[in-house]
């Protein structure tokens, strides 16, 4: 194992709450339910793509022009940076600082493959972006997860042949990608959500150095 690709949001820190209480919000605005359960099918998907599945699920897909649909992204990021705007390191989920640790102190490159456009920011907030090789910018990127781009990218930013890296998730879309990439996925939530994944732990307090290296060997048996 090479390098290891990082979602952020819901692995290194919990901001998934903040996206779903933001999207429940707009959502109730446009007489659109967004329950726990539906917004599991949110969890790693781009701005714009979770709007459309939103609406989707209203079934106005085409009662909005793509500029009303911006200013609807814009709004709803409007409102999840005021509820993310307090966050400080100790916002930074169990285990995690000590895995970073181990990975730094194994040479081990760390990319962050999150689809958030406020990665940096967050990170920054967070104080662990010294930490990481490198950021992917999910603008740059051609398809969002569940499709494999920014995990292909993550590898080729880390200098890494894909089946050199293990990918790290709690979304089921973001697991696919992993999956898609051909890379060790190991998910962190829901077993049932996260059934592709290589291994799946209960929370990010199980995620260790020697957890994600047998994960990685045991895809080479
Ligand atoms: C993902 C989140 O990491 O980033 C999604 O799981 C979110 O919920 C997506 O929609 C895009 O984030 P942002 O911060 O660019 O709106
Ligand atoms: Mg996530």
Known sequence: MKAVLFDLDGVITDTAK???????????????EVDEAFNEELKGVSRIDSLERILAQG????????????????????HYLELIKEMTPDDILPGIIPLLEELKAAGIKMIVTSASKNAPEILDLLQVRP???????????????????????????????????????????????????????????????????????????????????????????
């Open 131 to 221: 930490y990481f090789d490198g950021i992917v910018d999910p603008a740059t990127v051609k398809a969002g997860k569940p499709a494999p781009d920014i995990f292909l990218e993550g590898a080729k930013l880390a200098g890494a042949d894909p089946t050199d890296c293990v990918g790290v998730e709690d979304a089921a879309s973001g697991v696919e990608a992993i999956k898609a990439a051909g890379i060790v996925a190991v998910a962190v939530g829901d077993e049932q959500v996260l059934s592709l994944a290589d291994r799946v732990l209960p929370s990010t307090a199980y995620l260790s150095l020697t957890v994600l290296q047998e994960a990685w060997a045991n895809s080479k048996k």
């Open 18 to 32: 903040f996206h779903f209480l933001a999207w429940r919000d707009l959502g109730a605005e446009l007489g659109i």
């Open 59 to 78: 079934g106005v897909a085409d009662k909005y022009s793509s500029a009303e649909k911006d200013e609807l992204c814009v709004k709803k990021n409007a």
